[in-house]
């Protein structure tokens, strides 16, 4: 595949091209916390079967990008042991009798180092993948995801992760105010709530693709192997 030559991906509001040497994957918190049964998500009575629906299709897609030799970063929100990076109103809110930095199911919540925390075993990054710790919800605030980006040339985002309206959400309109252009695939992000999941993608490409575009991993896929046919 010719990594410099332009692709077309069918999406909302209309074909996202991209070039897949300035092209990165950007899978959002697919942490074992939000993630699996007994988790953190699951004890604040949240239907993890919503977001496990993504896990396939991101599974495939990743794979995909990975055998094209193309670019792929993950993220995990959470916090220091100490605490020190959590503001007071993220501790408190929700006046939850558990909340990050608690002892939880699978280790002290949202704390780095902690096994919740870390990325779930079908997506595990690989060593040459760089692995943001965000202390919020966008992936921008309080990183140096930004600066990697830049050093790496890219300037298109494939966002895919959990969840919808909250950290991909936020970290698509932060992007897109830093002149990323970027790609959600409907079926590789998940929300705990489906009327969020509609409306959180519904967002991104309102008025013309206010925020960016909406896809399908098939889409995605389908462009790669014609970009490998092509290619050879
Ligand atoms: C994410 C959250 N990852 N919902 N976090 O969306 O608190």
């Known amino acids: 595949m010719d990594l410099n030559r332009s692709m077309s991906i069918e999406a909302e509001p209309y074909p996202y091209e991209f070039v897949p040497a300035r092209s990165a994957l950007l899978i ?27 896990i396939e299709p991101n599974r ?15 993220t995990r929100e959470g916090h220091r042991p100490d605490l020190s990076d959590l ?40 060593p040459n993948e760089p692995v943001i710790d965000k202390p919020g919800k966008g992936a921008f605030f309080a990183t140096d995801l930004h600066a990697i980006l830049q050093n790496r040339g890219i300037k298109q985002l494939l966002v895919t992760g959990v969840t919808t309206e909250v950290c991909v959400n936020t970290t698509v309109r932060e992007a897109n105010d830093r002149g990323y252009e970027c790609l959600v ?48």
């Not at 697919?30 to 239907?47: S, T």
């Not at 503001?87 to 002892?103: A, Q, W």
Request: with cysteine; charged share 20%; hydrophobic share 40%.
């Open 28 to 54: 959002i918190d697919m942490q074992r916390d939000f993630m699996e049964p007994g988790g953190f998500g699951e004890m604040l009575g949240n239907d993890v079967a919503e977001l496990r629906r993504t």
């Open 60 to 74: 495939k897609l990743l794979a995909a990008w990975r055998a094209a030799g193309l670019q792929v970063m993950h």
């Open 87 to 126: 503001p007071t109103t993220k501790k408190v809110r929700g006046h939850s009798k558990t909340s990050i930095g608690d002892p939880g199911p699978m280790g002290r919540i949202l704390i780095r180092g902690e096994a919740g925390h870390d990325i779930i075993p079908e997506l595990y990054p690989l």
């Open 185 to 232: 695939p409907a079926d590789c992000v998940g929300s705990y709530f489906p009327e969020f999941q509609e409306m959180g993608l519904k967002m991104i490409k309102a008025q013309g693709g206010i925020f960016g575009w909406v896809s399908d991993s098939t889409h995605i896929l389908a462009a790669l192997a014609n970009g490998l046919t092509v290619g050879v």
